[in-house]
C-alpha cells in the first residue's frame, strides 16, 4: 500500500452546490490557479453537463491549470460522459468521475433500478469514458448506506471494467467514523482486484464528522480524499481540505502518509474562496479561522512566550499566517501593484482591465495607509464584478442617520445610461440605502442573505459585504467593498442586480452528485 495520499478539491463542483455559492468562469480559474500553486493534486472544476455556463468553465480552468489534473463529474450516462470528455479535451491531465447510486434507498426510489441494472450501467459508463479518457474515477452514491456485498460486487466490476480510482462517499453524512473505517477496510479486504485502485472518499458533514470519518477511512487503507476549501459544500459542507492535509501531518505519528500540498498556500487560497463566494470563515474555524493561533488566556500566553508548543500544535506560518508580506500604498508604482497581483495568482487580461485595477487601488490607498493582500483580493474581485454588467450604477449616496431620528438614504442610480433619484427611510442607513436603490430597480428579487466582514483589522479597514438575492429560482451573490460599509452594501446590492439582470451567472447547480 503507497503512503501517498491524494488530495482531490471538489471546492468548484461540490463546494459550488451550497446555495448562493455559484462562481463565474473567472472567479473559477483564479481558484484553479490557487489550488494549482498549492499543488493539490486533482481539481474537480465542474459537472459539465450541468450548464453551458459549467462547461465553459471547466474549459477555461483546463486551459489554465497545467499541473494539477483536471476532473469533471459525470452520472453514469452517455451524454453526461461525452460532455465531460468535450470540456477536458485541452487539460494536460484529465480525469472523468462518473457515478451511480449505489444504496438500496436510492436504487428502488430515485433510480428505479436492479442491482445487477445498476452494475450494468456502471460497467457501461465506465468503460465509455476509458475510451474517452485515461483517467477514469467511478463512485458509489451513497455508499455510507450501501451494502457491502453489493459494494463488493460493483466494485469488483467497475476496477474490471478500467476504473483505477474508486470513491466511496457517504454522501448524506449518515455514518460515524469506527462503521466507516470499518467499511473501507472490508472493502480492500474482500474484493479480489482491490489493489488495482486506488480507494478514495468523499464525505458530508450532516453530523460534523466529515474530517473525523475521512480521516478513519484513510488509516484503513483509503489513500484519496475528496475535499474543500474551508469545508464548503450541499448542506453542511464536505470535510475540510486544511484539516485533513494539517492532520495527517500534525499527527504523522499515527498516519504515516505524506501529500504533495504546500501548506504555505492554505490560508491565502481560504481567503481567495471566502472572496468570491460570500461564505465568510468562522473566526474559530479550524486552520484557518481568525482566532485559530490567538491566545487570550493569561496562562496559555504565559505558555506559549515559554515554549510555543505549549498550546500551539502547529506553527501559524506553516499554514499561512503571518508570511512575509509587501505592504502597498499610495506611493507604490504600477510595477509593484502587477508583481504582487502575480504572486497571488491574479492576472489580467488586457492592460485596459490592469489600469481599471490601478486606479481603484489608488482610491484606496487614499482612503487606507496600508494596503494588505486582503484588500487586493477584495479590490480585484470589485473589478471583476463591475465588468459582469452595466445595467445599474451607484452614482451618489447620501445618508443621514441621528440619534432618536429615522434614517434616510439619498441615492442616484445610473441605470442603463439614465440616472434615477430617490430617497427611502429605513431602521438604519443600510437599510434605508438598499430600499432606495430597490424603488428604483423594483425587481422584487428577495433579499436571502446580508453579511459583513472586515477584510483586514483596524477601524480603516475595508468592509466587505454580500448580498445574495433569489428571484424565480435564480440565486447571485453580490460582493462589495469600501471602508464606508454603507457605501460597500449599496455596491454589493447593486453587483447582486446585474447579475441577476445577467446570463454571467448561471442558473444554480442543483444536480445529483456524491
Not at 468548484?12 to 473559477?28: H, I, L, W
Not at 467497475?158 to 466511496?168: F, R, V, W
Not at 509593484?336 to 492592460?351: H, I, K, N, P, Q
Request: a negative charge; glycine letters at 6%.
Amino acid at each position: 500500500m503507497t503512503n501517498q495520499l491524494v488530495i482531490f478539491d471538489t471546492t468548484m463542483r461540490d463546494g459550488e452546490q451550497s446555495p448562493g455559492a455559484s462562481m463565474t468562469k473567472d472567479e473559477k480559474v483564479r481558484i484553479g490557479k490557487a489550488l494549482e500553486k498549492m499543488r493539490v493534486d486533482i481539481i474537480e472544476a465542474g459537472f459539465a453537463a450541468a450548464s453551458p455556463g459549467d462547461f465553459a468553465a471547466i474549459q477555461a480552468v483546463a486551459d489554465a491549470v497545467r499541473e494539477s489534473t483536471i476532473c469533471s463529474l459525470a452520472r453514469a450516462v452517455d451524454r453526461d460522459i461525452e460532455h465531460a470528455a468535450e470540456a477536458l479535451k485541452r487539460a494536460e491531465r484529465a480525469r472523468i468521475h462518473t457515478f451511480i447510486a449505489t444504496s438500496p434507498i436510492h436504487m428502488q426510489y430515485k433510480l428505479r433500478m436492479q442491482p445487477d441494472q445498476v452494475i450494468e450501467q456502471a460497467v457501461y459508463a465506465i468503460n465509455k469514458a476509458r475510451n474517452l479518457i485515461a483517467d477514469v474515477e467511478f463512485s458509489c452514491e451513497d455508499a455510507g448506506r450501501s451494502d457491502n456485498d453489493f459494494l463488493c460486487r460493483i466494485i469488483e466490476a467497475a476496477i474490471n471494467a478500467g476504473a483505477s480510482t474508486i470513491n466511496i462517499p457517504d454522501t448524506v453524512g449518515y455514518a460515524i467514523p469506527e462503521e466507516f473505517g470499518y467499511k473501507i477496510k472490508t472493502l480492500l479486504e474482500r474484493i479480489p482486484n482491490a489493489d488495482k485502485a486506488i480507494f478514495s472518499v468523499h464525505c458530508h458533514n450532516d453530523l460534523g464528522l466529515a474530517v473525523a470519518n475521512s480521516l478513519a477511512a484513510v488509516a484503513n487503507g483509503a489513500r484519496q480524499v475528496e475535499c474543500t476549501i474551508n469545508g464548503l459544500g450541499e448542506r453542511a459542507g464536505n470535510a475540510a481540505l486544511e484539516e485533513i492535509v494539517m492532520a495527517t501531518r500534525t499527527r504523522h505519528d499515527l498516519f504515516d502518509i505524506r501529500t504533495n500540498i504546500d501548506s504555505t498556500q492554505i490560508v491565502p487560497t481560504s481567503r481567495l474562496v471566502s472572496n468570491i463566494t460570500g461564505f465568510a470563515v468562522q473566526p474559530n474555524k479550524a486552520i484557518v479561522g481568525a482566532n485559530a493561533f490567538a491566545h487570550e488566556s493569561g496562562i496559555h500566553q504565559d505558555g506559549v512566550l515559554k515554549h510555543r508548543e505549549t498550546y500551539e500544535i502547529m506553527k501559524a506560518e506553516d499554514v499561512g499566517w503571518n508570511a512575509n508580506k509587501m505592504v502597498m500604498g499610495k506611493h507604490s508604482g504600477r510595477a509593484a501593484f502587477r508583481s504582487r497581483l502575480d504572486e497571488l495568482g491574479v492576472s489580467f487580461e488586457t492592460d485596459a482591465a490592469l489600469n481599471e485595477a490601478f486606479a481603484r487601488f489608488k482610491e484606496l490607498a487614499d482612503k487606507k495607509h496600508e494596503i494588505f493582500d486582503e484588500d487586493l483580493q477584495a479590490l480585484v474581485s470589485e473589478t471583476n464584478a463591475a465588468k459582469v454588467a452595466d445595467i445599474y450604477k451607484l452614482v451618489s449616496l447620501d445618508c443621514r442617520s441621528a440619534t432618536g431620528e429615522t434614517p434616510i438614504a439619498n441615492v442616484v442610480v445610473s441605470a442603463s445610461g439614465h440616472e434615477h433619484k430617490s430617497q427611502a427611510e429605513g431602521s438604519g442607513p443600510v437599510d434605508a440605502a438598499l430600499k432606495a436603490i430597490e424603488s428604483i430597480a423594483q425587481s422584487g428579487a428577495n433579499l436571502q442573505l446580508y453579511s459583513v466582514n472586515a477584510i483586514t483589522q483596524g477601524t480603516d479597514s475595508q468592509g466587505e459585504v454580500t448580498v445574495r438575492l433569489e428571484k424565480g429560482g435564480r440565486i447571485v451573490n453580490g460582493n462589495g467593498s469600501d471602508t464606508d460599509i454603507v457605501i460597500a452594501s449599496a455596491k454589493a446590492y447593486i453587483h447582486a442586480l446585474n447579475l441577476l439582470m445577467s446570463n454571467a451567472e448561471r442558473q444554480h447547480p442543483q444536480n445529483d452528485g456524491v
